[in-house]
């Protein structure tokens, strides 16, 4: 059941993220209901007249890997300068890299990715990009180091769920590093189903964060994920347009009439 | 001399990188540090010795997904 991303072992294939939570309580009860062993954390300029709401201790004490994000880059030169500040800021060589200049849709830049990707493999990241559902910049990305890829099922916050389901069918089925759908996961029954599919792992921010109870919202996720990873390994079966009897026919029937 | 920590101007008499983080950060708190948008890892905040118009930023964690 485990999951391993540079050398990393994982046994929650669900990884979480600590934005939009209404009290740092709450998201604290929220990721340990979830089970989730890895989460995200942003980076910023430090406000120095308002002081710092010091969120990694609590996080630290629940024990999971923190794994910063570059959100707010623009472009390559960005990200990589926010990857460099959060390896100091939070003593990890990982990295969520995402890049979205748009800020409507934010939707992932594939060339400005592909470019920060390389060269913070280069410079010794475990780089997890963030990316749109496209199965050839998944390859791209494998090809320059990428531990793992991390394509949206739906834009970031949308709740839409698994909108690029055809598109993660093919990367998952491609994919020789693992696929963790990321971004639009709004539901249990949507981690739930990514998993069914085969997909590594899912990671669920805002669905969890906005619930108006997200500790047992946690708990839902834990096990939709757990439920959605069993069926795939049991393997499910085939869909076929026309009925199959689930109980065999027998002469009974016809002796009564 | 005449800094700027995340764009504020600030008179400074600290010498070293160290010295002016003391002066803003409190210990525990781990922060992430770059003078004129290069990062200095925390292994060279001593030996970084300021001059006149450097531009610190100083960047801590915050919630995000």
Known sequence: MSLTIAGHTFSSRLFTGTGKYANQ???????????????????????????????????????????????????????????????????????????????????PDPIETLKAVEELVRQGFVVMPYIHADPVLCKRLEEVGAQCVMPLGA?????QGLASKPFLDIIIEQSTVPVIVDAGIGAPSHAAAALEAGADAVLVNTAMAVASQPEMMGKAFKLAVEAGRMAYESGTGKVQQTAEASSPFTEFLKELS | ?????????VQSEHSTLTELLNSIVSAEQRVAVAVNQQVVPRSQWSECLLKDNDRIDIFESIAGG
Not at chain 1, 155 to 159: C, E
Not at chain 2, 1 to 9: A, R, T
């Open chain 1, 155 to 159: 834009p970031i916050g949308s709740n």
């Open chain 2, 1 to 9: 001399m005449q800094l700027y920590v995340n764009d504020e101007p």
């Open chain 1, 25 to 107: 309580e709450q998201m604290i009860a929220s990721i340990l209901a979830s089970g989730s062993e890895m989460t995200t954390l942003s980076l910023r300029r430090m406000d120095l007249k308002a002081g710092s709401d010091n969120i990694l201790k609590p996080l630290q004490q629940l024990g999971v890997k923190l794994l910063p994000n570059t959100s707010g880059a623009r472009d390559a030169k960005e990200a990589i300068y926010a990857a460099q500040l959060a390896r100091e800021a939070l003593e990890t060589n990982w990295v969520k890299v995402e890049i979205h200049p748009d800020q409507r849709y934010l939707m």
